[in-house]
């Protein structure tokens, strides 16, 4: 108990920012989409967002290495919650895309602050646990966060009160700690090609989850809004209701399904998982009327299989890095995550609005998952497993920013 007393106030922070993160990845695209922008520039500016968390991871480690993770923490914080209150003050797309590349940069310089604070802190024995009952809580969270806007017009000044709100609140524990901070982080480079060649099937896997994830759920809430017309809460209420099924399929999923990869190769557990959210995808995207009901269960399914992989992707890396290593390899799994969430966004903008089809969002994500599946099968024929009496013990483990519904970046 004395680890998760050492790391409240950053469990607490973590919270606070998915619940405004979790708001703002509703009211974003839904806010675009009533200012008359199109499916395809909506992606557009949720890459910029991925841009912005690009540079953010990027830069991270010399920042905190400079001036501190609380120091990080709050000017971080403090930037991305203006930066909400100014979405009311510029409610034009050019102004929005600013925005949201500043916050994609604030995202990642708060979450690299906590996590690696939570990292340091928190004894090896204890690290498991710990980091679980953390992004537990954070995703808790972040499902929670839209119903505080359900049935709120998308550019109504409320969301966005409540979303800076919660930025503000999450100063509080992080500032009024009264635990030390952590050593400044390992200048050690380890670069993007040496990232692959260590565990090329993660490189592929969290790249892949990038796209798929992050395009998929910046444009889920245009989605819900046309997929569930008959939802009480309007537009707002569909796109939460949306968002949480994907979510809780995904936290049922992330327990069992790391479990599993435990004991048997973390490479067929990816593929299994991504055939499953191919397969739910291949069904939303070729049946777009199904009744509400049978669209969130599909919702479901598709994010238990999609959301999943990410954190067993991270423990296949983890399995062939040095115990130095592993900082710098979650760091640059989260850089190449991000590659993929700019992608991403665009691309399913795109195939949202292709003519022939009415499920081209679902259609997209349902191929790259097939592209995911084979692409593991290929590694493990390739490549042996580490043995397992050397691997890590999977924890639970999502890219943590928002946009993923605000890209729950280490989101997912």
């Given amino acids: 108990m004395a680890d998760y007393r050492n790391v409240w106030a950053l469990i607490a922070a973590a919270a606070f920012l998915q619940l405004g993160g979790g708001i703002l990845g509703v009211v974003t695209p839904l806010g675009l989409e009533t200012l008359g922008v199109s499916p395809g520039l909506i992606g557009a500016i949720a ?20 001036f501190g993770n609380i120091r990080v923490f709050s000017a971080a914080a403090a930037v991305c919650g203006a930066s909400v209150l100014a979405m009311q003050l510029a409610l034009d797309p050019i102004g929005w895309t600013v925005i949201r590349i500043v916050q994609g940069a604030a995202f990642a310089w708060m979450f690299s602050s906590i996590e690696s604070w939570l990292g340091a802190t928190v004894s090896a024995k204890s690290r498991g646990s710990v980091s679980g009952f953390y992004h537990l809580i954070a995703k808790c969270a972040l499902v929670l ?27 509080l524990p992080v500032c009024l700690t009264r635990r030390g901070e952590p050593p400044a982080p390992s200048t050690e480079y380890f670069g993007i090609v040496r990232l692959f060649h260590l565990a090329p099937a993660a490189v592929i896997a969290v790249f892949l989850a990038g796209i798929i994830n992050s395009g998929t759920l910046a444009l889920l809430p245009i989605y819900a809004g046309v997929a569930l017309p008959d939802v009480v809460g309007g537009a707002t209420g569909a796109a939460a209701l949306a968002a949480a099924a994907a979510w809780v399929g995904g936290l049922i999923s992330q327990w069992p399904a790391g479990r599993i990869s435990d004991h048997i190769d973390r490479r067929l557990v990816i593929a299994v998982m991504a055939a499953i959210a191919g397969a739910a995808a291949l069904v939303l995207g070729l049946f777009p009327g199904l009744p509400s009901r049978t669209i969130m269960i599909a919702l479901a399914v598709w994010g238990a299989g999609s959301l999943s992989f990410y954190g067993i992707g991270v423990a296949h890396a983890i399995d062939r890095a040095e115990t130095h290593q592993i900082a710098r390899v979650m760091s640059g799994l989260l850089f190449v995550w991000a590659a993929g969430s700019v992608i991403g966004p665009p691309l399913s903008g795109f195939a949202f609005k292709l003519p022939f089809t009415q499920g081209g969002l679902f259609l997209l994500a349902a191929i790259l998952s097939g592209v995911l599946c084979f692409a593991m099968l290929i590694r493990r024929a390739a490549r042996k497993d580490v043995p397992q009496e050397a691997q890590e013990p999977w ?18």
């Fill in 47 to 66: 890459a910029g967002h991925a841009v912005g968390f690009m540079a953010g991871a990027w830069t991270s480690s010399n920042a905190i290495i400079l």
């Fill in 145 to 171: 966060g839209p119903f505080f806007v359900a049935g709120l017009a998308p550019i109504d000044f409320r969301p966005y009160l409540w979303c800076a709100i919660f930025l503000v609140l999450s100063l």
């Fill in 395 to 412: 924890k639970i483990t999502l890219p943590s920013t928002a946009e993923v519904t605000e890209m729950d970046p280490r989101t997912g």
